[in-house]
């Protein structure tokens, strides 16, 4: 069995500061960092938090004249400071993420670097979404599509030209197993996106949360 050092020493130190800084909080009563844990959410909610590192590329265009773009990635649990509730980052690699985004075709003008006739937003959606994850198998709810939005008016999030971009679905459990087996929800990302101008390949961080409950 090959054994990444590597990788195992990067999550030994991650889960190290977090109890640190979890132990910091706890020490200071009364404050920012009071131990106390307040979850105002029903018990019947199972709510879950990741960072998706995916990459994407040009896969032609639907009827409608709409980009069709593949994208994958590998899908990791996060890490919460618990005195800020800032994410610290990814800690554990707990499944995979494809699905092809459908761009309007005005995206291609994202390769001028002057966004501003693009508008403050635009709408983009995604079509056959599957998310792993806890040993559970996400897909779209029929009639629930993702509605997404890119946000070119808040500029630039980097010198790479990176795009803000955010969405929502209704997801449902399809394998029947995992941690997660038969639930229903919905799926948020928040996230960015940069673009190659030369060929329009590209690469996504999505920061995503995943509420579910089990069907009545």
């Known amino acids: 069995m090959k054994v990444d050092i590597k990788r195992n020493c990067v999550h030994i130190l ?25 979850n105002p959410n029903v018990d019947a909610l199972t709510i879950t938090n990741s960072i998706s590192d995916t990459v ?8 409608l004249g709409n980009i069709l773009y593949p994208i994958s990635g590998p899908v990791y649990a996060t890490m919460v ?28 003008d994202l390769a001028d670097p002057n966004w501003e006739p693009l508008g403050p937003t635009m709408p983009w959606t ?18 629930m599509p993702l509605t997404g939005r890119a946000f070119p008016g808040l500029g630039p999030v980097d010198p790479l030209g990176s795009l803000r971009m955010a969405g929502c679905a209704g997801v449902v459990e399809t394998s029947g197993e ?11 990302l928040n996230g960015t996106f940069t673009f190659d101008p030369a060929n329009f390949n590209g690469k996504g ?8 409950h089990d069907p009545l």
């Open 14 to 38: 991650a889960l190290a500061l977090a109890t640190s800084l979890f132990g910091t909080a706890y020490a200071a009563p009364g404050g920012e960092g009071d131990p106390g844990v307040f």
């Open 126 to 143: 995604m079509d056959d979404f599957e998310m792993s994850a806890g040993g559970s198998r996400f897909e779209m709810v029929d009639g």
């Open 205 to 212: 961080i999505s920061n995503c949360t995943i509420v579910l």
């Open 81 to 108: 400071n618990p005195a800020t509730g800032e994410t610290m980052g990814a800690a554990q690699e707990r499944g995979a993420v494809k699905a092809t985004a459908v761009f309007d075709k005005k995206f291609l």
């Open 178 to 188: 995992g941690r997660y087996a038969d639930k229903v929800g919905t799926l948020c």
């Open 56 to 63: 994407g590329y040009l896969g032609g265009f639907d009827d």
